[in-house]
């Protein structure tokens, strides 16, 4: 019999991929949902097939921060991925860390009450070993660090309030599992920028996302100048694998993973690139440089330990840059405006 997993986020874009990931691998999928009414019938549209076969359930939880709040939606699933966060555009503490922190705990909670979970996969980020201000030159960042941040810094702005956010929640949840010592294990994967292709049906290029789509939306397009990316990046396909790998017992558990393309990716290579390939967006997107565009000192990653447990068959990074240019273009037709609208 197929084991279930119960899934948050799976309106968004990783935790959607995520979801058909999941369903051809033949899992059935419990899909948590803030709103039934607002959401439900856009994901039945998009996997009718998995719905008429009971493959893919619902069950609507519109605040994930109560305690008890996910008890009765794990009862009988086998393993858990949480990849929703909470993202807010002011008091990043109270909105985004300490509620990050309580909806790792109701999950982790929910299934030491349930008695049936083998594992629960968080989606964490590479923010949290990673700092991308004052970066030590020559030092290479692994899985055993994390950033040094506290609250006062996070209350200064979005970037320090998410970061602050994945932080505090993850090294929360393995306090907990310290502590309480459950019947499962926990696997946190620590997430690179993610770029790529956006199935998700509420799809909406966001340019005040940090990192990822939103990114390449605010850095490359309707701009001067080139800007900044995060030069670490995975395509969200690659990653919705993980996540679904590390359901699988030959990855080890109570770990976390740190993981990224091998290849740098480069504002400037990328803007020439996006330029040659469609030659209508010339004067949306400026020419750059013919070097990388990348900060100095750049730290650098030891993703071995990922490397060895997931393998390294890493889509390349222009067909997944390419995939997100094509959903922007697509998005623009559809709505009969441009990005710039966004910004504005």
């Known amino acids: 019999m197929a084991e279930t997993v119960l899934l948050t986020g799976a309106s968004g874009n990783i935790g959607n991929v995520t979801l058909i ?107 949290s070993i990673v700092p991308f201000k004052d970066v030590r030159e020559g030092y290479t960042f692994s ?10 810094q996070a209350a200064q702005s979005i970037q320090g309030g998410y970061v ?27 997430v690179p920028s993610v770029i790529g292709r956006s199935p998700e049906p509420f799809y909406t290029p966001r340019p005040a996302v940090i990192g990822g789509n939103g990114s390449l939306v605010r850095e490359l397009f309707d701009v001067e100048k080139v800007g900044s990316l995060v030069p670490f990046s995975s395509d969200v396909d690659d990653v919705a694998r993980l996540h679904v790998l590390s359901l699988n017992d030959s990855v080890p558990g109570n770990e976390r993973y740190l993981f990224a393309h091998p290849s740098l990716l480069s504002p400037n290579h990328l803007a020439n690139k996006i330029r040659e390939t469609y030659p209508e967006l010339r004067d949306r997107v400026p020419a750059a440089g013919e070097d990388n565009g990348l900060p100095k000192p750049l730290p650098t990653l030891d993703t071995s330990k990922a490397d060895k447990v997931f393998g390294t068959a890493w889509k390349g990074l222009w067909e997944s840059a390419r995939w997100a240019v ?15 609208d966004l910004k504005e």
Do not use: C
């Not at 949480?82 to 990050?100: C, I, N, Q």
């Not at 094509?326 to 710039?340: F, N, Y």
């Open 326 to 340: 094509e959903d922007v273009l697509a998005w623009e037709k559809k709505e009969g405006r441009t990005v710039r």
């Open 164 to 190: 602050y956010s994945k932080v505090l929640s993850e090294r929360k949840a393995w306090e907990w599992i310290k502590e309480k010592k459950p019947g499962f294990d926990l696997v946190v994967l620590n």
């Open 21 to 127: 990931h999941l369903l051809a691998a033949g899992y059935k999928v419990r899909a948590v949902l803030r709103s039934l009414q607002k959401t439900r019938a856009a994901l039945e549209a998009q996997f009718p097939v998995a719905m008429s076969s009971g493959a893919l359930t619902f069950v609507e939880i519109p605040d994930m921060t109560i305690p008890g709040s996910f008890d009765a939606a794990t009862e009988g699933v086998g393993y858990a991925i949480h990849v929703a966060t909470p993202l807010a555009g002011s008091d990043y503490v109270e909105t985004m860390a300490k509620p990050a922190v309580k909806v790792n705990e109701n999950v982790l909670e929910a299934a030491r009450k349930a008695g049936t979970v083998k594992r629960i996969v968080i989606t964490g980020s590479i923010v």
């Open 143 to 152: 899985e055993k660090d994390w950033t040094d941040i506290g609250p006062e």
